[in-house]
């Protein structure tokens, strides 16, 4: 196989270029002549020269049970599905292709399989790695050897072209390499790209030179000697794609590449100090994995490829319809599977949801959405078209597509025709509109999507949720520059004019009615509408685990007659009711196949498995990083499975670390993965869990990979004897071409038809093995190669090994010829007693072969045996001793950073021990200060007291003295009354004076002239009494006086007092002292009310 076999579509995107490779595998050369045996010259060694091993196909590594090269001898081809020994098939040009078509840093070196021995017990690949860094003298050497290879070359596609059509790029950095399971996922790439960017400490400048045809060679030279550093052939890079717009990696690209063989594979990650050059390094690595038009006959059919300035725009544009499911929320509807139609139900309100994803070509920017259209039928009218309320637009979270919902009402009567029941097996047309305005277009553009609906009642049953598919279409835009001058506004954004806008379908139609039959020869720039999930093209590709979907539809008499059986059956569930094995060989409806499939394995009752397996999964399993890698090869075609850390995959590694723990003996086998997704998708982890371990043990599937698969190979032989007896035409012509059964059978027993086929057929084939045993699987393989019988027989043994892998899993897409199959395979009756008998004949023949080996070949097996396990045991020696010094290296590190770490810590302890010293003189001072507060506070207390109890006294000396003050004012008053009433009478009793006085005692105006002396003796005396009274008065208004000073006097000493006292507590509040001021002071509070 040349280099350029290798090399097949790319796809055209602007963040990523990817190879799809139509022969999924890749080469690994023996090198069996430079290491020839000296007792096997001209053996089959030299005639074996190359492995086919698959990319795509599932790889098994068996861990766990006996010996690592044991596991490696029996299942080296099988179980790496396939990787078989070519026995002179190959021709010697393949390999001179093969050994001078890459000469990059990588050489991989691979032990020859002796002469006359089994492929199956060929010795494993052992590989010497060189790091892709290159000395100044190595890099000499090369060059000199490269130039000598070219002059002795004669120009073959292999070999290296010094001078061959290449682009240069300058100013890169290499950030490094790291390893990859999924080689051609942009989420890991962009991950992985990520992180090496991050953690980058000494990159290295370099200059890269990406060749212009498929046959040539990616370079890293030295940007100053321009030395090769290290070179990748191109039909070995896999894919190459570029960091996102807006993030810390968009001026960062990287590419993958297959080292060595499919399961190892390698990203190179690089940086450019021009961002705008990454755009131009793709499309560079878009032109160099296109075949040659030199070495491609066919290239003048092909279209032209996509440029970045071209003027067509290519887009994906999906149709998503969902509905109310009743809970408050919205699900996706179902898409029948052989009409391509949605499945609607009557009366359910619904929603549109557009995903518009550009595909090639220089970025447009949707800047807004402002019309989704609904009408029913096809061919429609603008006018008839129905304006949808949108919920929501934007862009989704990766920033790849447009996302536009609307809600859609079908009871309004413009949608009347798609809310009425459609008769069955009949279908309408439903046609949805989406007008975008993009920013650098003139005018909006408008994408139609026609598609098929089908109407049912709003009580028939949905699709298995996980069928839900989206209709997809590819529209071609084509755009006119316009010049300045043409444009509305010149400081407009617009740049564009629409040309035409067509869909693939549109274009297949004009294709197909211009020129049926005829390809287009055109420098047209169209790029191919990528199938639907269910619809792949009849290629070389081998059909994805995990494919089909299975309906939970299922007809009401089925139904009941099913529920009358559980009904019965769950009255005794020890015993198996007499019809079920007729009503499992038709198929359990897949709505009941997780309560059936617990009820035949009788794990009905496994509450304390459940409890076991809790406690499994938290426990650590020897075999993680096997489960881990094997995650997500399993069911890739799922949408359960497919999302690296979903919850299906985080389900699936529980259940497998569960049972690598559970039985210690066997561990996780790789297989088991793909049988442990089937269950999960018909029952929870737990359950699923306690079914697998049913399966293993008690349907004895582990006993197939015990003792060193002397089981599996007795399955062979079995295999075998029942072809002889119901295929003989087809057992003789797989005699004549030396095929076994080994080398297509082992994956259908370890796997049990999990890995490779349909799910339809695979839930069927779970059914009849749940109800009748592990030998189904005889019926079954005897129904397939029944029905490939009249294909095969045509083969040779490589097309027989691929009809295998590839079309066998496809013919069984369809529900139609999975139903025959099984049929078929009920109908054939294969006996246990057969079976024993051909088990005891295989054991027969195993002895008589143990008798007849002569000493010498069974020491000569023992010593190859030995050999084999030094070269495992030295590998496994040098594999602990990197590991020792990566330890020590390890350990180096964490005790430095543990010694760093402790003088950080005794510094801290420092720090706090003095922090320590100085709290407890701070808290001895605060004590001594708070001692003399009290000391003062109770002096004080004490002063205010004795001045309390001295205002007291004083208070009520003032008190008596007022008191006889007050008596002494009374009986002077008193004594005045009396001597006022003695003068009154008096005056009363003299004549004269009482025409003098009136009964008030008042003066009366004088009548008559007095004598004179009389006058004035009465004026002096009345003067007298007038100045005596007054002075009496004068006596009393002073003595209050004094006692409502003495009585303020007190009053303001004592507020005085008392305002000191609580200022003073007051301020001992704001102290850490609370609780002592806080009892002085109900003290001073309460002695205060009582001396108020």
């Known amino acids: 196989m040349d280099d350029k076999g290798s090399v097949g579509k ?50 098994f590594k068996i861990v766990g049970n006996g010996s690592e090269q044991q596991l490696q001898k029996e299942l080296e081809d099988v179980l790496m599905e396939p990787s078989v020994v070519d026995t002179g098939l190959r021709s010697e040009k393949g390999m001179d292709s093969l050994g001078g078509g890459d000469h990059g ?76 399971n999924a080689p051609r996922s942009e989420v890991e790439a962009l991950r992985m790209m990520s992180i090496l960017r991050g953690q980058c400490q000494l990159p290295l400048d370099v ?39 807006g993030t810390p990696e968009s001026d960062c690209f990287a590419f993958t590449e297959s080292h060595y063989n499919a399961e190892i594979f390698r990203i190179h990650v690089f940086r450019c100090q021009i961002q705008e050059a990454v755009s131009r390094i793709l499309y560079s690595f878009a032109t160099a994995f296109r075949r040659s038009a030199k070495k491609a006959g066919l290239s003048s059919q092909q279209p032209a490829p996509l440029t970045p300035d071209s003027d067509l725009f290519t887009f994906t544009v999906s149709l998503e319809i969902k509905e109310d499911d009743g809970k408050g929320t919205f699900s996706a509807v179902a898409k029948d599977k052989d009409k391509q139609s949605f499945k609607l139900r009557a009366g359910m309100d619904k929603k549109i949801v557009i995903y518009v994803q550009q595909t090639s070509n220089k970025e447009l920017a949707i800047e807004r959405c402002f019309g989704l259209l609904l009408s029913p039928g096809k061919n429609v009218k603008n006018s008839d078209m129905h304006l949808l309320d949108l919920e929501s637009m934007g862009k989704s979270s990766d920033g790849k597509s447009y996302i536009i919902t609307g809600s859609w009402n079908p009871k309004t009567p413009q949608f009347q025709p798609v809310n009425e029941e459609t008769p069955k097996d009949k279908f309408m047309y439903m046609t949805t509109a989406v007008d975008l305005v993009i920013t650098e277009v003139e005018e909006p553009v408008r994408f139609l999507l026609e598609t098929r609906v089908r109407v049912c009642s709003p009580n028939d049953r949905l699709f298995w949720p996980f069928s839900k598919r989206n209709y997809t279409e590819t529209f071609y835009l084509k755009l006119r520059q316009m010049e300045r001058k043409e444009r509305k506004s010149p400081a407009s ?27 287009p020869t055109g420098t047209g720039t169209t790029v191919p509408s990528p199938p639907e999930d269910d619809e792949e093209e009849d290629n070389d590709e081998p059909l994805l685990s995990g494919s089909g979907d299975v309906s939970k539809e299922c007809a009401e008499k ?31 409806p897949e709505a009941l196949r997780g309560e059936v499939w617990q009820l035949l394995a009788g794990c009905h009752n496994n509450d304390h498995q459940v409890e076991e397996y809790r406690t499994l999964i938290t426990k650590e399993s020897p075999q993680d990083s096997a489960i881990t890698r094997d995650i997500n090869r399993t069911f890739p075609a799922h949408d359960y499975f497919k999302d690296t850390g979903g919850d299906g995959q985080d389900s699936l590694y529980k259940i497998c670390k569960a049972y690598s723990v559970y039985d210690e ?47 599996l190979h007795c399955k062979f032989f079995q295999l075998e004897r029942l072809m002889q007896e119901y295929i003989p035409d087809l057992y003789n012509h797989f005699l004549n071409v030396g095929l076994e059964a080994h080398m297509y059978a082992s994956q259908w027993f370890l796997t049990l038809f999990t890995a490779k086929f349909p799910l339809y057929m695979v839930f069927h084939i779970i059914d009849l093995l749940l109800c009748e045993g592990i030998s189904v699987i005889f019926n079954v393989a005897l129904a397939l190669l029944k029905t490939s019988k009249d294909d095969l027989i045509q083969t040779d043994f490589e097309g027989a090994l691929k009809f295998f892998r590839v079309p066998v899993p496809k013919r069984y897409r369809s529900e139609e010829n999975a139903k025959k199959l099984m049929e078929l395979a009920c109908s054939i009756k294969i006996s246990q007693k057969k079976l024993k008998k051909f088990e005891k004949e295989y054991h027969t023949l195993r002895e008589q072969q143990e008798q007849q080996e002569a000493p010498i070949e069974r020491y000569e097996r023992e010593n190859r045996r030995l050999q084999e396990a030094n070269m495992r045991l030295e590998q496994e020696n040098d594999d602990l001793a990197h590991e020792l010094v990566s330890s020590k290296i390890a350990l180096r590190k964490d005790l430095d950073n543990a010694e760093e770490k402790a003088d950080a810590l005794n510094k801290e302890l420092l720090l706090t021990k003095q922090k320590l010293v100085d709290s407890e003189d701070e808290k001895r001072r605060l004590e001594e200060e708070s001692a003399q507060l009290k000391e003062m506070c109770r002096r004080e207390l004490d002063k205010s007291e004795s001045e309390i109890k001295k205002n007291g006294s004083i208070i009520g000396e003032y008190k008596q003295i007022c008191s006889q003050l007050s008596e002494r004012l009374e009986k002077q008053q008193t004594a005045n009354r009396g001597e006022l009433e003695k003068i009154r009478s008096k005056v009363e009793g003299c004549e004269k004076c009482s025409s003098l006085f009136n009964k008030e005692g008042r003066v009366r105006a004088a009548v008559t002239t007095a004598p004179a002396g009389g006058t004035e003796e009465t004026d002096e005396e009345k003067e007298g009494l007038k100045n005596q009274l007054r002075e009496m008065e004068l006596e009393l208004a002073q003595t209050k006086l004094q006692l409502v000073e003495a009585e303020c006097k007190i009053q303001q000493d004592l507020e005085h007092h008392l305002g000191l006292a609580l200022n003073e507590v007051q301020a001992a509040k704001k102290t850490w002292f609370n609780r002592t001021l806080s009892s002085i002071k109900t003290v001073t509070g309460s002695q205060g009310k009582e001396t108020t």
Not at 121 to 147: D, G
Not at 684 to 700: C, N, R
Request: charged share 20%; proline share 7%.
């Open 10 to 59: 790319i796809s055209v995107s602007s963040d990523s270029v990817s190879t799809l490779n139509s022969e999924d595998f890749v080469l690994v050369s023996r090198l069996g002549d430079e290491t020839p045996s000296s007792t096997n010259n001209g053996s089959d060694d030299e005639k074996t020269g190359l492995k086919v091993i698959s990319e795509e196909g599932v790889s």
């Open 105 to 180: 840093p990588l050489p991989a070196t691979v032990s020859p399989v002796p002469a006359g021995s089994d492929p199956l017990s060929a010795p494993p690949l052992k590989l010497e790695m060189v790091l892709p860094v290159q000395t100044a003298q190595e890099s000499e050497l090369n060059e000199r050897s490269y130039r000598a290879d070219e002059s002795s070359s004669d120009g073959s596609p292999g070999s290296p072209i010094q001078d061959e059509d290449s682009v240069v790029f300058s100013q890169l950095t290499y950030l490094g390499c790291a390893s990859v």
């Open 207 to 245: 200059t890269l030179s990406v060749p212009g045809v498929s046959e040539g060679t990616v370079r890293l030279l030295d940007p100053n000697t321009s030395t090769e550093i290290a070179n990748y052939p191109i039909y070995k890079i896999l894919f190459c794609v570029r960091g996102h717009d």
């Open 493 to 519: 954004d617009t740049l564009y004019e629409v040309v035409s806008l067509e869909s693939e379908t549109e274009r297949e139609k004009r294709k197909t009615t211009a020129s049926p039959g005829i390809l």
């Open 558 to 588: 089925i139904l009941e007659t099913w529920g009358d059986l559980l009904s019965k059956w769950h009255l005794n569930l020890s015993v198996r009711p007499r019809q079920l094995p007729a009503l499992v060989r038709s198929g359990i």
């Open 665 to 711: 003996e066997i561990g996780y086998c790789q297989g088991q993965s793909f049988l442990a997704a089937v269950l999960l998708l018909h029952m929870p982890e737990e359950q699923a869990f306690s079914v697998l371990v049913k399966i293993m043990f008690d349907y004895g599937l582990r006993d197939l990979f015990k003792q060193n698969f002397e089981d």
